[in-house]
């Protein structure tokens, strides 16, 4: 116990915001912050992992991505593919048949901050071993913790909504406890929902979203990755999911930008074509 005045004593970055990564997302108060759980909910196929990847590489911050469902071939090809604009197609071929694998070793070497952890159905001891395992090896917990995804956390549960449930609480405490960004991947109830937008706040599968502080929900396009709060401690939220934050999409290599700004033609374009047609 202490008085609340000594609230701001301790870990003094304890609550601070990670980088932006996306201008789009930050002018949409989307922002992920420390001691905090996060999640990211959409249809299967739906640009979860993208985009969590690719948070997790431009953020630039100590971080751990735990793979659950992903094997660390295709992980890697996807980070060296955002990382090269290289299709991640081609770096598959090129590394199954011998060919550019250092190159890529190479490349993916420059991502000294983000480690992988390989965990097929982890109960929480497991993840607490990886976590003191990045602890112990780098003196530091990590900033940013990515899982992948959440529904391949439970391998004891009695039923689904009680695994999801006790394992939203095991990572809500990771996040307070070693002052980290949780950042789980999550599965929406796709009945009736749209293909092309994110869905509402009511969709998210076992409604395990009391404990996040941030719920994102995302869809993609063959060129869009389009997102929302739909629920926002910091900042706006939008639980309908009436509209999205639109992040341009490259269909080969998975990376996500900002859309780049629309420049209007000059005036005078239009004034030259009014004249032809006189």
């Not at 391949?152 to 009680?162: C, G, K, R, T």
């Not at 999801?164 to 405490?173: A, C, G, N, P, T």
């Amino acid at each position: 116990m202490l008085s609340l005045h000594r609230a701001f004593d301790g870990d003094s970055q304890a609550g601070d915001a990670l980088p932006a990564v996306f201008r789009s997302l930050e002018a949409a108060d989307i922002r992920f912050y420390r001691s905090a759980l996060h999640m990211s909910v959409g249809r299967p196929g739906g640009g979860k992992s993208i985009f969590g990847l690719n948070h997790a590489i431009k953020c630039k911050v100590p971080a751990l991505y735990v793979s659950c469902d992903m094997s660390r071939f295709t992980l890697a090809a996807r980070a060296a593919a955002v990382l090269t604009g290289e299709s991640v197609a081609d770096i598959k071929q090129h590394v199954t048949h011998g060919q550019g694998k250092e190159r890529y070793r190479a490349t993916l070497k420059s991502l000294d901050h983000l480690y992988l952890a390989l965990e097929k159905r982890p109960t929480a001891e497991d993840l607490e071993d990886v976590l003191l395992a990045f602890q112990e090896r780098w003196g530091i917990p990590p900033h940013l913790i990515v899982i992948d995804n959440l529904m391949n956390l439970m391998p004891y549960a009695s039923d689904e909504f009680a695994g999801l449930r006790e394992m939203s609480h095991v990572l809500d405490f990771f996040a307070h406890d070693l002052g980290a960004a949780v950042h789980a991947l999550h599965h929406i109830n796709i009945g009736g929902q749209p293909m092309d937008r994110p869905a509402a706040l009511d969709a998210v599968k076992g409604k395990i979203v009391e404990l996040p502080a941030l719920i994102l929900s995302g869809s993609k396009t063959d060129t869009e990755f389009r997102v929302t709060a739909v629920k926002n401690r910091e900042g706006r939220e939008d639980p309908k999911a009436q509209g999205f934050v639109s992040l341009t999409l490259e269909p080969k290599s998975l990376a996500l930008s900002d859309p780049q700004p629309r420049i209007p033609a000059p005036a005078y374009w239009g004034m030259d074509l009014a004249a032809k047609d006189r």
